[in-house]
């Protein structure tokens, strides 16, 4: 039986309720109080049923529109160990932590201190990769915007030191070429990981430190976390599968499972974050306001 990877059953309802900005907040910058209350009611009874409908334990959903935030946390952090979620909630980011990976490098961009075309050997001299011409010519822009032609990424434990990621780099030499880069467009972790490692060396601190002074905080997220030792003392909401049964359980990490390999530390620039959903509509308003560089050449 396919098993969802852990935070499948929180994702779906935040993209429902997306879709459905437009009909609860839709003009909310003239509203009265009243209708503020109102547009913020409608959001909540909204996600509330639709987290019904899809059977999910807990959700957390931010809004941000028209100038405005609002936000609905119906349910459980798990069914094993039932909290209120609540806007504090942490939840895994998944790949929406490449978002912040590709604005912290951005924002180096910005000051000078990375060029989008320059090889990423560069940075990094001691790249090595399974093709070396691709290791020679690979640019930082490839790595962001999924043209590097390197496969998906290493199930590899490099442990929780501060060399996890440089670890991680070291063994990209076993990870197959699939196309030259710049040629072809192929979803990969492990161009966002490279490109975590670009950021430590061009600051000299390790990603999730330059992640949090470069981005995170000036975004209100500064109780935004990667450490699993930072996530342990908050609240926190878990992963669940479904049984054949219908019954749900706490979906368990195995050493094999993708899930394992995507929360492990050298992971962290392409999909270990945790945030409060809520807040997390705030780091959209930059994008929202046009001000962000596209990535895409």
Known sequence: MFKPWPYSLHLNV???????????????????????????????????ATAAQFGIPGVAVGVWADGREAYACPGVTSVDNPLPVDPDTLFGLGSVSKTFTATTAMRLVAEGRVELDAPVRRHVPELVLADERAAAKVAVLNLLNHTSGMDWGLQVDTGEGDDALATYVAKLGELEAIARPGTRVSYSQAGHNMAGRIVEKVTGLTFERAVASLVLESLGLAHSFYAHDEVMTRRFAVGHNRGEDGTLSIARRTASSPSCASSRRATSPSSRCRTPAPRASRSTRPWCAGRCRPIWG
């Open 14 to 48: 935040v993209q429902v309720a997306a879709d459905a900005e437009a009909i609860h907040l839709g003009g909310c910058a003239k509203r009265s109080a009243k209708g503020d209350r109102m547009a913020h009611d409608a959001l909540s009874d909204f996600v509330e």
